[in-house]
């Protein structure tokens, strides 16, 4: 399976600043996602990077709160803008390519102050 | 939208004894996927199931695919101190996951 590489593994970080998390892939793949976890919670879907276009955002995201980049097939990142203790999460980047299952990097915990 | 729901939500068992977690939706599924996350860890997944009625085993783990393709459960014999951790169920579309709202499983030693 791929091998997902997800920096930083864990911030804190002010309120009102933002902070850009990168997903690195070992090998090209179709699919990329996003996801959140808040604590003790289930993982909800943010967006799923698309190669060269705009991503494709959930229900309540946004753009211009959770700008996503995927320059490549093997690398995406994730912003989280302006932050609120509200953004307080593990945030998660997956892969999927083919008929392979998901699989998940190490996430990014994330703490505000 | 489409939601999938797991039992229990938590589940304390003694070193041992058996452990299940059923996953139920509302509407048929093209497929379930199952994962666990240990504590502080990722999901990592464990297994995809795709046809009605399938079974398949991992060692101490059974999975169960419904004839309905509506609901699975994941059956774990004998439970050990490594199986603790959140199990979930996800079913994909096209080109998303679902996934459900997990079962926290703790293992008293």
């Known amino acids: 399976s791929a091998v997902i590489s997800q920096k930083p593994s864990r911030d804190i970080c002010q309120r009102g600043t933002s902070l850009t998390i990168q997903c690195q892939v070992d090998s090209q793949v179709t699919m990329m996602f996003w996801y959140r976890q808040q604590p003790g919670q289930s993982l909800t879907l943010i967006a799923t990077?698309?190669?060269?276009?705009?991503?494709?955002?959930e229900s309540g995201f946004v753009i211009d709160k959770f700008p996503i980049s995927r320059p490549n097939l093997t690398f995406s990142t994730l912003t989280v803008s302006n932050m609120s203790p509200e953004d307080s999460s593990i945030y998660l980047c997956?892969?999927?390519?083919?008929?392979?299952?998901?699989?998940f990097g190490d996430g990014t915990r994330l703490s505000i102050l | 939208g489409q939601q999938v729901m797991q039992i229990p939500q938590y589940q304390h068992v003694q070193e041992g004894e058996d452990f299940t977690t059923y996953c139920n939706s509302s509407t048929t599924l093209s497929n379930i996927q199952w994962y666990k996350q240990r504590p502080g860890g990722h999901p990592v997944f464990l297994i995809q199931?795709?046809?009605?009625?399938e079974v398949k085993k991992q060692k101490r783990l059974t999975f169960q695919f419904g004839e309905a393709k509506k609901n699975s459960s994941l059956h774990i014999t004998a439970t050990q101190t490594t199986d603790v951790g959140t199990y979930f169920c996800?079913?994909?579309?096209?080109?998303?996951?679902?996934f459900g709202t997990g079962t926290r499983l703790k293992v008293l030693a």
């Open positions: 990077a698309n190669q060269g276009s705009e991503a494709t955002y």
């Open positions: 996800a079913t994909s579309g096209t080109y998303k996951y679902i």
């Open positions: 199931l795709v046809k009605s009625g």
């Open positions: 997956s892969v999927r390519g083919g008929d392979q299952p998901q699989h």
